[in-house]
């Protein structure tokens, strides 16, 4: 029996990709593999018997990923799962920084009780809460992975002029977009001719705080941001001194912190940008169906700390090893030529996976640097 531990509330039609031979729950123990959603695991003990650990979802800051590589344990996301949702909510955030939609609904509510006076004060008062149409105007994307792209081509189609910046865009990507879509050399250029800007970057050590005065000096006078992505990609202070200035006329983010509530021109929606029955169908399912994979056949699809290796179906005796010592030398211990090999690299942790004949057994000593070795019969 192979044990899954949930660490939140996991989509049943994620938990049914498993079938006979599994068992699943919050409370299970002995566990080889973990499926998460915002749960943190940083001070959560981890089971030696742990292999892999499943984010149904695409950011990791959950997870401790530093130790779990150096226990061997594989970690997964699922990008691109919950994108259309959050493309959704992007695509709402343009007309509510526009628009001033969210104000105006609380401001309706204090009319209440007001009578046959209501109309009239609805005529006197739509004043304070208007706003530019998007048609026509330019949308920046910082970030044009899986939701940028998306929004990218969203936008377009509603009549924007969209450009886009991402240094790590991919060909197969690049391919995706609107024939309509541009992309900027820099991220400077594209935020000097943006009127809308909308952040899908992922959160580094780089891309921590870097909307921040500097970066905001280089926009547009009123220039219009949303952040779907992370909030510590905006140094908070620097956005509110700009929104003081009238530097920036609206933000609008998923992340609330205490020092941007309350703040006129700051409309903060609390974390709902996955938050679809859809979106969490999906992760679940694509969190389920590559632990499951990696489980039996030793295949890493989507992880976050070791190489994507695609595996022969079928095997007699598979040997997979997680190591940071040379594969020459893990080659060498296996102490046979394998019929199938395939070996790869992600930062400084490599993945080697050998096939052989059905009654290979493998060596009792391996090198140091060694952090894990699963065999596998097929």
């Given amino acids: 029996m192979i044990n899954i531990r949930t660490l939140n509330k996991i989509a ?86 526009s628009r001033k939609v969210a104000e105006a609904l609380t401001w309706c509510q204090t009319l209440k009780g007001k009578g046959d006076e209501v109309g009239k004060l609805v005529e006197k008062g739509k004043g304070a809460f208007g706003g530019p149409e998007i048609l026509g105007k330019t949308l920046g994307l910082v970030g044009m992975g899986a939701i940028g792209g998306l929004v990218a081509n969203a936008a377009a189609a509603l009549g924007m ?48 705080g870097s909307v921040n005065a500097e970066a905001l000096a280089g926009c547009k006078e009123g220039v219009r941001i949303l952040n779907f992505s ?20 609206a933000y609008v983010t998923d992340f609330p912190t205490d020092d941007l509530l309350g703040v006129a021109g700051v409309t903060a929606i609390p974390h709902l940008g996955a938050s679809t029955p859809e979106s969490e169908d999906n992760c679940a399912v694509m969190a389920a169906q590559q632990v499951k994979a990696y489980l039996e056949t030793g295949a890493v699809k989507n992880s976050v700390n070791l190489p994507a290796t695609q595996l022969p ?31 790869g690299k992600r930062g400084e942790t490599v993945y080697t996976v050998a096939d052989f004949a059905a009654d290979y057994m493998p060596k009792a000593e391996m090198p140091e640097g060694v952090l894990r070795v699963r065999v596998l019969r097929g």
């Fill in 12 to 97: 049943a039609c994620g938990l049914s990709q498993f079938g006979e031979g599994y068992a699943f729950g919050d409370a299970v123990e002995n566990a080889q593999a973990v499926l998460v959603r915002s749960a943190s695991m940083h001070e959560l003990p981890l089971d030696p018997a742990v292999l892999a650990i499943a984010r149904a979802g695409a950011g990791v800051n959950n997870i401790p990923i530093e130790s779990c590589t150096a226990r061997g344990v594989c970690v997964f996301n699922t990008p691109g799962a919950n994108a259309n949702a959050v493309k959704e909510l992007v695509v709402a955030a343009l007309f509510l920084a």
């Fill in 161 to 208: 002029k969209v450009v886009g910046f991402d240094p790590y865009l991919s060909d197969a990507a690049k391919a995706q977009l609107d024939p309509a879509v541009k992309l900027a050399e820099t991220r400077e250029a594209l935020l000097a001719k943006c009127d809308y800007i909308s952040l899908h970057a992922p959160l580094t050590p780089e891309t921590k």
């Fill in 230 to 249: 992370r909030a510590d990609l905006v140094n908070s202070g620097d956005l509110l001194a700009a929104l003081a200035s009238g530097r920036v006329a």
């Fill in 313 to 343: 179906a079928q095997f007699s005796a598979r040997v997979c090893v997680i190591h940071t010592c040379p594969a020459e030398e893990i080659l060498a211990a296996l102490g046979a030529t394998p019929a199938h090999l395939v070996s």
